[in-house]
């Protein structure tokens, strides 16, 4: 049987079955349409679900616009306190905020947690002199700002005036400590103006915004409609500058289920009219005509639905010939948002409004689009207002010709950013103007990791004070650590490791090494904070101190001799005062007998003591001279001399005396120890603790010293030991080295040779130290300082 014989044959099967072939189409069509609205329920769901996301961010970004104003004031309002902490114009600057800024109700200063300074006063009576830190409601907010040191939200809380609102606090530090807030005050119908939430009220959503309770630690709701919603398709985002929770809630869970049951009986009620249709119109043909004629009414029904929305959409949309450019049609949204009416609109194409700097952007996508390149294209434009004013748009475009065909017209929606726009300019600029700010500091700013070592932002200032430019620091993370002085090094990077550990922040100064190879002082003052991610973060100023360092080492340099010579002349003029007072005594006495005596023998006698006394007064006035050229031989000849060289010229002196006494000199000193001193000082030490050390030896066995050198630190330690009558340190230890202080019968103590010993040793920048025990001997250790002097930049 050929295939034209077949379809004839069914054909008049189904014609002869009207009631079965009405039957199949009921269920074939029924089942279409229920397929197809459940695609479109599931389509509609998807599209409310996106319109709930859509406006809560919306809503979110509005929310977020006005915290970043308020940012703004407060850190405006925190720059009016000078570096002593006293406000500066607070009146006009808070007037100028709060003129501006429309949603911001009142700003505050708040000196150590205490409202100083409101403005507008009027109203905020009631808040002056209230102590947040102390205020249970307020507190933990407060505290929370201080320890991130960033600006926090705390609210809707009820304010101290009166009234629910918004707080947010800004925590100033000047010189490294807490000063206070930098405050704004939204008050609760404000910041919900602000949010533009009441541009979405109707009847499908409402909102609602909450936030844990800072002393009962449960969550509270602000907005009206407080009923439960959580069984509901609910939609939320988190606001973490206030910690607050925005919800987006269906005002009907199931208003869905009911929108398209409506449609689920038609689509049953049309099943069920298909199937009578066909069996009827198997019966009667004429019915055809008929349901023609209905068709096309729900057609042209369609197409006015389609203008309805075209018309009244909340973006504009435009209708343009692909090849030309020119608009055939546009909503009232798109002619409103360019000034232009539809017939204008109608007569002009999308070059003619759009910027020059955009146009060929926009005809290289339109090219592309025709090509068949891209399926749609959308791209941030500008167009020229009727008055001139630039708009900042999004576009996306849409083309209405289908794979393969021709090139005709494409659809246009266009969105309006210019406020995104001018929000994005406006932070550009703070964070350009906070730039320049750093750069201007005479310090180098910089932040970086703690833990771990690397920089991650470094001021230009860094090449005035080290050399190294930014990009040379952050290039190598061990730039830091490589360039500390090696005598600082350690110390730094343990004590830097240990505050981050407690995170508590530092104040130090200590040295690092230049690009030139000068060594630079540097005071490093550091916070550490924890960022979102919670990492240990470091934050300072590395400022150059080294003519501050440099001038404080001088200073103290000069202090200590200045100090060192005060001691010293008054030690002098006790002596001078009180020896030469002595001698003057004894002579006027005697000139007083020789003038009262008559006896020629008497005066003779008289004279010869008069000439012993003069004898004695000659011999003071020679060991005062002796010590006035210590002391006053600010900076002697210091030489690096070889001690077992002076040792043997003064051993070779006292040979004599060596002899004479039996004395035994043991000489453990090897030939290289070297010390730094003044030649005629060392020469003359030795002598007087050598010559000492026979003159005073025990009647009962042989003098025997012995000497021995070692290092101590800094020092080289020369040590003389003897085995002679010894001192009793307890009773005349601290008149040692006194002048003309003697501790023993000898006829040879005059009581001035430890004295200048000890002065000598002390102009060079040493030490002398004494062990001794009465009948066993005395050990002297003289401590040569032979540390090089210090230079700052060496």
């Not at 850190?75 to 607070?90: C, V």
């Not at 320890?147 to 926090?152: E, G, H, L, N």
């Not at 100064?509 to 979102?532: H, L």
Request: hydrophobic share 35%; glycine share 4%; aromatic share 10%.
């Amino acid at each position: 049987m050929s295939l034209e014989k077949k379809i004839t044959a069914l054909n008049s099967w189904f014609l002869l079955r009207p009631k079965t072939s009405g039957l199949l189409v009921f269920t074939l069509l029924l089942s279409i349409l229920n397929l197809s609205i459940y695609f479109r329920y599931q389509a509609v769901r998807e599209s409310e679900q996106n319109d709930m996301s859509n406006i809560l961010n919306v809503v979110k970004q509005n929310i977020e616009q006005t915290l970043k104003n308020s940012y703004a004031a407060t850190i405006t309002l925190a720059l009016s306190i000078d570096d002593n902490g006293n406000p500066k114009n607070f009146e006009e600057v808070a007037k100028h905020l709060v003129d501006n800024y429309k949603y911001i109700d009142a700003v505050q200063l708040v000196p150590n947690g205490i409202i100083k300074y409101t403005y507008p006063f009027k109203g905020n009576e009631a808040a002056t002199n209230f102590d947040i830190l102390h205020s249970p409601l307020h507190r933990k907010a407060a505290l929370r700002a201080i320890t991130t040191k960033s600006i926090y939200f705390s609210g809707p809380v009820e304010l101290k005036q009166g009234g629910l609102g918004v707080v947010g606090r800004l925590p100033i530090f000047k010189k490294g400590k807490f000063w206070g807030f930098s405050a704004v005050i939204l008050k609760l119908k404000t910041f919900i103006k602000s949010t533009g939430i009441t541009t979405f009220k109707g009847d499908k959503y409402y909102f609602q915004l909450s936030k844990k309770n800072p002393i009962s630690n449960k969550e509270e709701f602000f907005l009206d409609n407080k009923s439960d919603f959580s069984e509901k398709k609910y939609q939320k985002v988190y606001i973490p500058e206030g910690d607050w929770e925005l919800y987006i809630i269906p005002r009907n869970k199931s208003y869905l289920i009911l929108e398209f049951l409506p449609v689920v009986i038609i689509a049953f009620l049309l099943s069920v009219f298909c199937g009578l249709f066909v069996t009827t119109l198997l019966k009667k043909p004429s019915e055809l005509q008929k349901l023609v004629r209905t068709q096309t009414l729900k057609l042209t029904r369609s197409e006015f639905l389609f203008k309805s929305i075209f018309d009244h959409a909340g973006l504009g949309i435009s209708h343009t010939n692909s090849l030309t450019g020119n608009f055939i049609d546009a909503n009232d949204k798109f002619c409103e948002l360019i000034g232009y009416t539809q017939d204008e609109i109608k007569k002009m194409d999308f070059m003619m409004i759009t910027h020059l700097e955009d146009l060929q952007a926009d005809l290289d996508n339109m090219q592309r689009l025709r090509n068949g390149e891209i399926s749609q294209y959308s791209m941030e434009k500008r167009y020229y207002h009727r008055n001139g004013k630039i708009i900042w748009v999004n576009i996306t475009v849409s083309p209405l010709w289908e794979k393969n065909e021709k090139p005709n017209n494409h659809i246009t929606i266009v969105e309006d950013i210019s406020q995104r726009k001018e929000a994005e300019k406006t932070i550009l600029e703070s964070q350009q103007k906070i730039k320049d700010l750093i750069d201007s500091i005479d310090g180098v700013v910089w932040e970086g990791n703690s833990i771990e070592p690397g920089i991650s932002f470094v001021s230009r200032k860094s090449v005035d004070i080290l050399g190294y430019t930014p990009e040379e620091w952050i290039a190598d993370d061990y730039f830091w650590r490589k360039h500390l002085h090696p005598d600082d090094k350690e110390w730094v990077i343990d004590y830097s490791a240990k505050c981050a550990r407690e995170q508590k922040p530092f104040d130090s100064e200590y040295r690092m090494i230049a690009k030139n190879g000068n060594i630079v002082w540097v005071r490093d003052i550091v916070s550490v904070y924890q960022d979102s991610s919670g990492s240990i973060k470091f934050r300072g100023i590395l400022i150059d101190i080294t003519k501050s360092k440099q001038f404080e080492m001088d200073l103290n340099s000069s202090l200590k001799l200045v100090t060192e010579q005060n001691k010293r002349l008054l030690n002098f003029s006790h002596i001078v005062s009180h020896n030469l007072r002595s001698h003057t005594s004894n002579i006027q006495s005697l000139i007083n007998l020789i003038e009262m005596s008559e006896d020629e023998q008497e005066k003779n006698e008289m004279l010869g003591l008069l000439k012993s006394v003069s004898e004695a007064l000659n011999e003071t006035m020679d060991n005062l001279n002796d010590v006035v050229s210590i002391q006053t031989d600010i900076d002697p000849v210091n030489e690096n001399l070889n001690l077992n060289k002076f040792i043997n010229r003064t051993l070779e002196v006292l040979r004599n005396q060596i002899i004479k006494n039996e004395a035994s000199v043991k000489n453990l000193i090897s030939d290289n120890v070297n010390v730094n001193f003044n030649p005629a000082y060392l020469e003359s030490i030795l002598l007087n603790f050598i010559s000492n050390a026979i003159r005073y030896k025990h009647p009962e066995r042989k003098p025997v010293i012995e000497l021995s050198a070692y290092p101590e630190g800094d020092y080289q330690v020369l040590e003389i030991k003897d085995n002679g009558i010894g001192i009793d340190l307890k009773k005349n230890g601290k008149k040692l080295f006194g002048m003309y202080k003697t501790f023993t019968n000898n006829p040879e103590s005059r009581g001035i040779g430890l004295f200048i010993t000890k002065n000598q040793i002390d102009t060079m920048k040493g030490k002398i130290k004494v062990e001794s025990e009465l009948n066993e001997g005395t050990t002297f250790k003289i401590y040569f300082n032979n540390a090089p002097k210090k230079d700052l930049h060496n």
